[in-house]
């Protein structure tokens, strides 16, 4: 056979990369390492490169390995392809490289290949050959996820900057401390900000720039595949944000890549986002739409990805996102939807929900597009989870108001309930609400900082026992008190201090508790799965309600977001006899006062109230909540039946053991270390 100097790729080879549908383009373009045939030699090994770049009048490879000289190394045009490709033997892994275009301007530009799956570190911005050698260890994790049912399991996520958790770790490091740390929260999920290569640390990774590349400033591709791994055998899922929506103008990257706008859209009216500064994807191109399906689905597929999260979805589906009249165009009908942007992501989520049962898609969509989480073939986008931002605002705005004005905007708290259950909701308190002068969710806060603490516990139940699923972003689990920024670790030496413990100690428990009683999460999404008790007391600052599991259990979550007490608290109750206190937020172990609580359990009889059969009185302490759960076995001593008539002072019942003596995550004392699994973990339920 004779010697390929293409390395064996051919036109039929990039036929669905032109149709639209190469769902694994990856495999096809960039650098792979290959072995191709001689007559003379026998087998030669070496590296393949191709790269798309239809409208070039010439392309060539340069690198270290041809001392950055492309005129040693032109590469050839692939026949009715428009990929220019060529073979360099002895060539692999660890080689860096970029491409020379002459576009059809006349003008040679250097470019990263936008197919790269290493990259180097800024500023340095060549791409790098690497081939996978993992060996991955979370086969049990997979199947567990292939037969779960996200939306009716437990999901509370932990989001992460990965540069700014403790900065200076690697994904090596960060697979021993982060898992550890998340496993000790107990929560059930991380979500990375974009982990795909970009230039300016200061985008958060919202600027990407190789779209294939795991960021190479904490190591390489499979020391990332190894952080994944060890979560997942720790029994925690990993999402990733994706950004499909713009992309920067860095000259080396993307960006008229051959002379041309070839990514993007040529009309700056369709092809550049104000907002950012940055460059629109064409949609409709049958390239870009392979390019990005294939994204979204190798992140799943190489590094076992559970779910992304999509940025800026509200970007991509309006025209006139952020536009003056005039600087944008309408769709074919007249109208401001983006219908090619519309079609994408209708084909990314069937994609990845046909290939990778028990992943999930997010969307962060900031507007009321109908059917965001709609199936696809019912019209809609086919998300598995939308995030409520409606919520997010609302319920912040309330949270930072002094408590005597609460009671004027008790609706901000309860509005949400009213469209619950018209998309698959994941409420977000995420890393856009505590930066650029929004301050943290303890600056937030009016008052003094006894005030401040129990106003953040208080939030917290609310938030964890309100229908959805939840979204903390790091930080706010132990109430950082500066805003977040990127340039700087958090504040963890304050985990250690009165106050930051109780709110760390409080996320622990809450992430416990929801765990194991499902009547939080099974029917997040049905409204059988809940029930006001009173939803009106505004001159009270008081919100109670039910959450039921389908199957007998049945919770009642009462918060109180006045500075007052709410003793002998009346509330209806659906069935009577013993409701177990299972959390006080005024609990000393999470640094409230202990004084204020129910002695462990309250006893509803048949007394009718708010539209029950049954009733009972409960104390509620100041910007404080409480959690009862009906347990109708539970005998009722006499005893019992005589304190729960008398005035309730005493301390409150304390959830789990007492203090412990250190708090992981801080940076004195010892950690609370975790004994690993002897296999992953499905999360309960």
């Given amino acids: 056979m004779p010697f390929d100097p293409n390395g064996g790729l051919t036109g039929w080879d990039l036929t669905g990369f032109h149709e639209g549908h190469d769902t694994e383009c990856w495999k ?10 001689d007559d003379e030699r026998g087998s030669v090994r070496g590296t393949r490169f191709s790269v798309w770049a239809p409208n070039a009048r010439a ?53 990263a290949d936008p197919m790269a799956r290493f990259c180097e570190a800024a500023p340095h911005t060549a791409s790098i050959v690497y081939e996978s050698q993992y060996s991955w260890g979370d086969d049990d994790w997979l199947w567990y996820r292939g037969e779960g049912k996200p939306h009716a399991e437990p999901m509370s996520i932990y989001e992460v900057h990965l540069g700014s958790w403790r900065k200076g770790l690697t994904y090596v490091e ?17 979500e990375f900000l974009p982990v795909a290569e970009h230039p300016f640390g200061g985008s958060w990774g919202y600027q990407v720039t190789g779209y294939f590349a795991p960021k190479s400033l904490f190591g390489s591709p499979d020391e990332f595949r190894y952080l994944v791994d060890q979560l997942h055998q720790a029994g925690i899922g990993v999402i990733v944000d994706w950004v499909p929506g713009h992309f920067p103008r860095d000259e080396w990257a993307l960006g008229r890549f051959d002379g041309t706008a070839l990514y993007e859209h040529a009309d700056p009216r369709k092809g550049e986002q ?45 025209l006139d996102y952020s536009r003056e009249d005039g600087m944008w165009i309408p769709n074919e009908y007249g109208g401001n939807e983006n219908l090619e ?81 018209s998309e698959n909701f994941i409420l977000p308190i995420s890393h856009d ?15 003094d900082e006894w005030r401040k603490f129990a106003t953040m516990r208080a939030f917290y ?36 201090d009165w106050g930051h413990r109780g709110v760390q100690r409080l996320i622990k428990d809450l992430n416990a508790v929801y765990r194991d009683h499902p009547a939080l999460w099974r029917l997040d999404n049905d409204p059988a799965g809940f029930r006001w008790i009173d939803a009106d007391d505004r001159g009270g600052n008081v919100f109670s309600f039910l959450r039921f599991d389908g199957d007998g259990q049945i919770l009642a979550c009462l918060t109180n977001f006045s500075s007052e007490p709410r003793p002998d608290y009346r509330i209806g109750l659906p069935n009577e006899g013993v409701w177990t206190e299972i959390l006080n937020t005024d609990s ?18 048949p007394v009718p109230s708010h539209g029950f059969e049954a009733s009972a009185n409960v104390t509620i302490p100041p910007l404080g909540a409480v959690w009862l759960l009906f347990q109708p076995e539970k005998p009722l001593a006499d005893e019992a039946v005589g304190r729960l008539e008398a005035e309730l002072t005493p301390p409150a019942t304390q959830l789990g053991s007492e203090t412990e003596t250190a708090v992981a995550g801080g940076t004195t004392g010892r950690k609370a270390r975790p004994q690993r699994p002897a296999r992953p973990k499905r999360p309960r339920g």
């Fill in 433 to 447: 609400e505590v930066v650029h002068g929004k301050g943290s969710m303890f600056e937030r806060v009016p008052q």
């Fill in 274 to 318: 104000p907002d950012w500064g940055t460059f629109v994807f064409n949609f409709g191109r049958n390239e870009v739409q392979s390019f990005l399906i294939s994204n979204a689905y190798y992140w799943l597929d190489e590094f076992h990805i559970d779910g992304l999260r999509v940025d800026a979805v509200a970007s991509m589906l309006y």
């Fill in 461 to 496: 139940a609310f938030m964890w026992s309100h229908p959805g699923k939840q979204l903390l972003f790091m930080g706010t689990e132990f109430g950082q008190r500066r805003e977040f920024s990127e340039e700087r670790s958090l504040d963890w030496e304050i985990t250690n």
């Fill in 59 to 111: 392309v060539r490879l340069v690198g270290d390995f041809n001392w950055w000289n492309g005129e040693q190394t032109p590469m050839q045009l692939v026949p009715g392809s428009g990929v220019w490709a060529t073979f360099v033997e002895g060539v692999g892994t660890g080689a860096l490289y970029k491409f020379e275009v002459c576009g059809a301007d006349g003008v040679w530009r250097l470019k």
């Fill in 28 to 37: 096809r373009l960039g650098a792979h390492e290959v072995v191709v045939a």
């Fill in 588 to 605: 000393d172990v999470y640094d409230g006062t202990g004084q204020i609580g129910n002695l462990g359990q309250v006893v509803a009889n």
């Fill in 174 to 190: 960060l697979a021993s401390q982060l898992v550890e740390y998340v496993r000790w929260q107990g929560f059930t999920h991380v």
């Fill in 341 to 421: 942007a519309v079609q994408l992501l209708q084909r990314v989520n069937s994609h990845v929900y046909q290939r990778k049962p028990g992943v999930v898609t997010i969307a962060e969509e900031s507007t009321s597009w109908p059917g965001v989480t709609r199936p696809v073939e019912y019209g809609g986008l086919g998300f598995g989870f939308k995030w409520n931002m409606g919520w997010m605002n609302d319920s912040l705005r309330y949270y930072g108001r002094e408590p005597i004005y609460r009671q004027h905007h008790h609706h901000e708290m309860t509005f949400a309930m009213a469209y619950a259950y």
